[in-house]
C-alpha cells in the first residue's frame, strides 16, 4: 500500500477529518506498515504497550477479553489497542488476525501531535476509546478517562517561570534563588521555548570554568537547548521514559511551541508511586507468620498495579525487592518473639547481622526469591550466643518458607554453617575462593557478592564488602573466570535466530530466562562493577556509573539497558500471569506464545546479552574491544 492510498484511507476515515493535508503526509512518514498473516497475534492481554497504535488497513482482527461475550471483530478504517494508549496500562485484550491483515504502526508522539493540534481530533479519539470499552465490556466506562489517565497537563506545574535569552545567567540565577525554583525555561522573543535552565547546568557548565563565565554571561551559553518538551496531553509515563532516555531531571509542557508549564521526574515517581506506601501497610501490621504468608501470597497485585503505573519494570522491582524486604524484617521479629517465649532467650540482645544475597540485595526481586541469606557474627561472639543464634536460623529459615520463601537449593541460607561465619572467617572464606577458585567457590560468590544487611550491625556489613572490593581489585583474573564459567552455558538463540527451548522435562518447549539472559547482564555488569571498586548494587545503577566512568560505551549502555527492561518485562508478567492462575512463579518462559512483538524484541536482547558477554570475556582477558 502506498503512502498515497494511507492518506487516501484516512481522509475517509472520520477521526482525520479536518487534518490538513501537510500534517497528513507527516504522520503517514513516521508511520509503519505492517503485513500479518491469519492467526498472528498483534498483543496478548497483559502485554507491554507498544508506544503506539494500529490501525488496520486491510484484512480482520478480533479483539477478546475476559468478559462475557467480551469479544469485538474490527474491520478496516478500526484502531487497536486504543485503552491502553489512554490509560498506559497492560492490553486488556488479546488482539488477533481472523485474516490475513495489513496494519499501520502510529507512533504515539503522532497521536499526541495530533491531539494537541487539532480537538476536534482529539475529542473523536476519546469517544471512540469509550465506545470501545463500553463494546467490550457491556457498561459505561465515560469514567476511564479521569481513572486512568495520568496526562502531564493534569500535573504539571503552571504558570512556568521564563526568563528571556537575552538575561544573563547572573540574572537568572537570581530569578531561581528569589523564587526558591530548581528550573527555568528560556524563551525567545517570541516566546518560543529555546531551552531551559537548571541548577545542574550552572553547577557543571557555569562553574566548571568561572572566571571564563563570568566573562561570557550570555544564557544561551549555559542553557539545555534539547529539553524534553512534550504536549499537555502527553501521558505521565511516556515523558518520564524521555526523560530517562535524554537523562533530564524536568521535562517542559508546550502549546504551539510556548511553554505553559513544568514537571519533573521526582514529581512524576512520586505521583505514578504515590500508592507504594499503602502496600506495605499491611506488612507493617501484621502479627503473625500467617498474616505475613498473606502478605506475601499478594504481592502479585501490587506488581500487577505497578506495571499497570509504569513501562520501566527496572523502577518496579526495587519497589517489589523492598516489599520482600519488609516481609522478611517483620519475620524477623515475629520469630524473634517466637524464640524468647520457647526459649528465654531475645536474639535480638545478641550483636549479630543477617546478610540477603543475590535479586534481594540488587533490589532486582520478582515474586519468586528464595531464602539467599547468612549471618555475620562479630569477631569477640561467644559460643553460647553463636550456639543461640543458629538454633534461632532453624526457626526463622522454617518461617520464611512457610510464608513462600522457598529453601534455597543451593544451600545458602542461615542454618547452613558455611554461611553463617564471624566477620573474620568470612574474610578467609572469601579470600580462599577468590585466591583458589573451584567450582563452589565461583557459584557462590555469583550470589554472595552482592549483599546488604537485612537486619542486625550494619558495620559488619560494610566491612565485609569493602573487604570484598579490595580482594577483586588486585585479583582481576578471578572475575575472567567467573565470566567463563557464564561463557559455557547457551544463550537461547541460534545462529539462525530461532529460540533454543528445553527439549524435554516438566519445561519443555520453555526457557528459563533467569539463567539464560538475565544472571549474564548480572554478572558481567559486576564484573565490571567490582573490579573498578563501585559500592552499587543494582544492576541498571551500576550500568549508569559504569558508562559516566566510560567504562562502558553509550551505545552499549543504552543496548543492554533496553535488553534488561525486555527480559525482566516478560519474566514480571508471565509471574503476574503464574500468581493469577494459583501457579508457583517461575523464571520459564514460552517464547512461542509470545506476541510476534514481544519475539522479536526478545531475539534482539538475546543477540545484545551475547554481544555483552563477549565484551566482558575480551575485557577481562585482557584483548583490546
Given at each position: ?14 477521526l ?23 492467526g ?10 507498544q ?27 478500526d ?21 490475513d ?38 457498561h459505561?466506562?465515560d ?7 495520568k496526562s ?27 523564587h ?13 521555548i ?17 572566571e ?6 550570555e ?16 501521558p ?36 505514578l ?9 499491611s ?5 503473625s ?33 523492598s ?9 524477623y ?29 540488587r ?44 529453601y ?5 541460607m542461615?542454618?547452613n554453617e ?5 566477620l ?55 572475575l ?5 564459567s ?5 544463550i ?7 529460540f ?23 554478572d ?6 567490582l573490579f ?9 545503577e ?24 525486555v ?16 501457579k ?17 524484541k526478545?531475539k ?12 566482558g ?9
Amino acid at each position: 500500500m502506498l503512502n498515497k492510498e494511507i492518506i487516501d484511507l484516512l481522509q475517509n476515515f472520520f477521526l482525520f477529518r479536518g487534518v490538513d493535508l501537510e500534517r497528513l503526509e507527516m504522520v503517514t512518514g513516521n508511520s509503519q506498515l505492517i503485513a500479518l498473516e491469519s492467526g498472528d497475534v498483534i498483543f496478548h492481554k497483559n502485554e507491554a504497550y507498544q508506544k503506539g497504535l494500529y490501525m488496520l488497513a486491510e484484512g480482520k482482527v478480533s479483539l477478546a477479553a475476559d468478559y462475557e461475550h467480551g469479544e469485538v471483530t474490527l474491520s478496516p478504517g478500526d484502531f487497536i489497542g486504543l485503552s491502553t494508549f489512554l490509560a498506559k496500562s497492560r492490553y486488556t485484550v488479546t488482539a488477533k488476525c481472523v485474516d490475513d491483515s495489513t496494519l499501520i504502526f502510529f507512533p504515539e508522539v503522532c497521536i499526541y501531535k495530533l491531539m494537541s493540534d487539532y480537538e476536534d481530533f482529539k475529542e473523536k479519539l476519546q469517544q471512540l476509546i469509550i465506545d470501545r470499552l463500553n463494546n467490550l465490556s457491556g457498561h459505561k466506562t465515560d469514567s476511564i478517562l479521569h481513572s486512568t489517565y495520568k496526562s502531564v497537563g493534569t500535573y504539571m506545574t503552571s504558570p512556568v517561570m521564563k526568563v528571556n535569552c537575552s538575561t544573563t545567567i547572573v540574572d537568572a540565577c537570581q530569578v531561581m534563588s528569589n523564587h526558591r525554583i530548581g528550573s527555568l525555561v528560556a524563551v525567545d522573543d517570541r516566546n518560543k521555548i529555546a531551552g531551559i535552565l537548571t541548577s545542574k547546568n550552572v553547577i557543571h557548565k557555569f562553574f566548571n570554568n568561572f572566571e571564563e563565565s563570568l566573562n561570557r554571561p550570555e544564557l544561551e551559553r549555559y542553557v539545555n537547548d534539547d529539553p524534553v518538551a512534550v504536549p499537555p496531553e502527553f501521558p505521565l509515563v511516556s515523558t518520564l521514559h524521555e526523560m530517562r532516555k535524554k537523562n533530564q531531571d524536568y521535562a517542559v509542557a508546550v502549546k504551539n511551541d510556548e511553554p505553559i508549564g513544568i514537571i519533573s521526574s521526582k514529581d512524576i515517581l512520586r505521583i505514578l508511586f504515590s500508592d507504594s506506601s499503602i502496600y506495605a501497610t499491611s506488612i507493617d501490621e501484621a502479627e503473625s507468620v500467617d498474616d505475613l504468608r498473606e502478605n506475601f501470597r499478594s504481592l502479585y497485585r501490587t506488581a500487577e498495579s505497578l506495571m499497570n503505573s509504569s513501562k520501566m519494570t527496572s523502577e518496579i522491582l526495587p519497589i517489589i525487592s523492598s516489599m520482600h524486604i519488609n516481609i522478611m524484617k517483620k519475620l524477623y521479629d515475629v520469630t524473634a518473639e517466637q524464640f524468647l517465649e520457647k526459649t528465654g532467650k531475645d536474639i535480638r540482645t545478641i550483636k549479630h547481622a543477617i546478610i540477603v544475597m543475590g535479586s534481594a540485595a540488587r533490589k532486582e526481586a520478582m515474586l519468586d526469591p528464595d531464602q539467599d541469606n547468612g549471618y555475620v557474627f562479630p569477631d569477640s561472639i561467644s559460643e553460647e550466643d553463636r550456639a543461640s543464634l543458629n538454633e534461632f536460623a532453624v526457626h526463622f529459615s522454617d518461617n520464611l518458607d512457610y510464608v513462600g520463601y522457598e529453601y534455597c537449593k543451593g544451600g545458602i541460607m542461615v542454618t547452613n554453617e558455611e554461611m553463617a561465619n564471624t566477620l573474620s572467617e568470612w574474610k578467609e572464606l572469601i579470600g580462599d575462593w577468590i585466591d583458589n577458585p573451584g567450582e563452589k567457590g565461583i557459584r557462590w560468590s555469583s550470589i554472595i557478592f552482592d549483599l546488604t544487611t537485612l537486619v542486625g550491625e550494619d558495620r559488619l556489613v560494610w566491612e565485609l564488602r569493602q573487604f570484598i572490593l579490595d580482594k577483586i581489585s588486585k585479583k582481576p583474573a578471578f572475575l575472567l573466570q567467573m565470566l567463563q564459567s557464564d561463557a559455557g552455558l547457551k544463550i537461547p538463540r541460534s545462529i539462525f535466530g530461532k529460540f533454543i527451548v528445553e527439549k524435554e522435562g516438566e519445561h519443555k518447549g520453555m526457557i528459563n530466562l533467569k539463567r539464560a539472559a538475565l544472571s549474564f547482564i548480572v554478572d558481567v555488569t559486576r564484573a565490571f562493577s567490582l573490579f573498578k571498586g563501585q559500592q552499587d548494587l543494582n544492576t541498571i545503577e551500576r550500568m549508569e556509573h559504569l558508562a559516566r566512568a566510560h567504562v562502558l560505551s553509550e551505545e552499549t549502555h543504552d543496548n543492554i539497558q533496553n535488553a534488561y527492561e525486555v527480559v525482566t518485562d516478560i519474566l514480571l508478567s508471565n509471574q503476574i500471569e503464574m500468581a493469577k492462575e494459583g501457579k508457583q512463579p517461575d523464571k520459564f518462559v514460552d517464547p512461542h506464545k509470545l506476541s510476534l512483538y514481544n519475539q522479536e524484541k526478545l531475539k534482539n536482547a538475546l543477540s545484545q546479552i551475547s554481544k555483552f558477554l563477549s565484551t566482558g570475556l575480551r575485557y577481562f582477558s585482557g584483548s583490546p574491544f
